[in-house]
């Protein structure tokens, strides 16, 4: 009889996996395969941030997994996972139990609060379409009632990451398109800063790199402040700092990180920071050899060094395939792989046509690793429909929000 395996979560790692594991069946492995999500639809995070500047309409981010999942003769069962049992191979969600030979874990992580838990539903954070367009609003909301009033408006994003960054330069991008107004006096109608809790920005990249990322985004009227944070939200338009300032007219982005969800949170298993689940080298849970763990979620490791990956969609592409692999490997008997991915590098796009980053040890900065970035985007997209539309929208020069005949749908 056909052996059920099970992939949880339809992003970049979860979609790998189960390409894989279709490969295998069609090579003639008898598994039944299941894609379970909570959404009806993958979404194209690396390119959410372009949502606030309108570069990007929001349905080219959206890649439907149920047509897809039929395509490939893949059952999809849109529902939220609660609990999984690890020892009896299964999941609990509305529709029920269900129990499989084999699973493969790729939830992704989820918005970090760092014990501000309140804040949630109260800022806005970049984990979705809907919220890049919130932002968007909001945004512009509160400038175009600031200008009315003759009065500044303060943008706080908080978090000076990889996200932050681009949060805060996509909202300087679409203030200065849509007033028309050059960067050097976007200052006099907004103030724009990134608030960073730790004593340096960009954790992770390489100092140059960093300095020349700071001052590239202080053109784009960006400002960054360092051992600075967001004590209490007072009211819907003002914020009380860390150091106890208080600022009015006030619009707070949060960006300070992701850690694993609930589902993860719960497994009595061994876990490293953000609460990414230790894994094997094969990415299996130590000690449950049919159960993958794949994208952020894993926190896997290159071999013999002790830090765990980065976040990002070439090693979850890379680990959800070797994860569906894995899995296979086991149901049949064959021995498995380690994982051993390249790291192509990163980058750090800034909307209005910089970057910095590290592509295959090249420190590149400047207009090169920003169209490397888009380029990335486009491959890495999921389905021909989207890629093109992606790229249709990239092409334009004008805001997509200002032209009548390019609305912009929230998903
Ligand atoms: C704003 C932003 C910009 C980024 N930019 C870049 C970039 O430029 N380059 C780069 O390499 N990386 C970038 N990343 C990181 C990259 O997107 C992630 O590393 C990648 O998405 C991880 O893939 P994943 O499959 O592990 O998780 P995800 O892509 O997060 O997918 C997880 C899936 O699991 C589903 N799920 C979660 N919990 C449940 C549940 N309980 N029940 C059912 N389904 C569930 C979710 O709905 C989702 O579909 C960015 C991330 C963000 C947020």
């Known amino acids: 009889m056909s052996k059920q395996v099970t992939v949880i979560g339809g992003g970049f790692a979860g979609l790998a996996a189960v390409q894989e594991l279709t490969r295998r069946q069609k090579a003639g492995l008898d598994i039944r395969i299941r894609l379970v999500d909570r959404q009806p639809c993958s979404v194209f995070l690396p390119l959410l941030p372009d949502l606030i500047s309108g570069r990007i309409r929001p349905r080219h981010l959206c890649f439907d997994l149920r047509s897809h999942c039929r395509r490939l003769g893949v059952e999809f069962l849109q529902q939220e996972v609660r609990h999984v049992d690890l020892a009896g191979k299964a999941i609990e969600t509305g529709a029920g139990r269900s129990v499989s030979d084999g699973l493969v874990l790729a939830l992704g992580c989820e918005t970090n609060w760092h014990g501000h838990e309140h804040f949630k539903g109260v800022l806005p954070d970049l984990k ?49 398109r849509r007033l028309r107004v050059p960067y050097s006096r976007l200052n006099q109608i907004a103030d724009i800063v990134i608030l960073e809790v730790m004593d340096h920005v960009l954790h992770g990249v390489n100092d140059a790199l960093r300095d020349w990322s700071v001052r590239a985004i202080g053109h784009y009227a960006v400002r960054v402040e360092t051992k600075a944070s967001v004590q209490q939200v007072v009211d819907a338009t003002t914020l009380r700092l860390g150091d106890g300032r208080v600022v009015e007219d006030a619009l707070a982005v949060w960006s300070a990180g992701v850690s694993a969800g609930p589902v993860a949170q719960e497994l009595d298993v061994p876990k490293i920071r953000e609460g990414r689940l230790a894994v094997e080298p094969t990415l299996n849970l130590p000690g449950h050899s049919e159960v993958f763990i794949a994208g952020d979620l894993a926190g896997a490791r290159h071999p013999g060094q002790q830090d765990p990956l980065r976040m990002g969609i070439q090693f979850s592409l890379v680990g959800g ?44 900065r400047g207009r090169l690793p920003y169209l490397l970035h888009y380029v990335m985007c486009l491959y890495r997209s999921w389905g021909m429909a989207n890629r093109a539309g992606a790229f249709c929208d990239l092409l334009r020069k004008r805001d997509a929000s200002v032209s009548p005949s390019f609305p912009t749908p929230i998903v």
């Open 128 to 176: 979705g379409a809907a919220e890049g367009v919130a932002i968007r609003t909001r945004a512009w909301e509160l400038v175009s009632d600031c200008r009315r009033r003759g009065t500044r408006a303060n943008i706080i994003v908080i978090g000076g990451g990889y996200a932050g960054f681009e949060i805060a330069s996509h909202i300087a991008a679409m203030l200065h």
């Open 321 to 364: 395939t070797l994860a569906g692999r894995n899995l296979a490997a086991t149901l049949s008997g064959r021995p498995m792989r380690e994982f051993n991915p390249a790291d192509l590098g990163y980058i750090v796009p800034l909307a209005p046509g910089r970057a910095a980053g590290v592509v295959l040890g090249v420190h590149l």
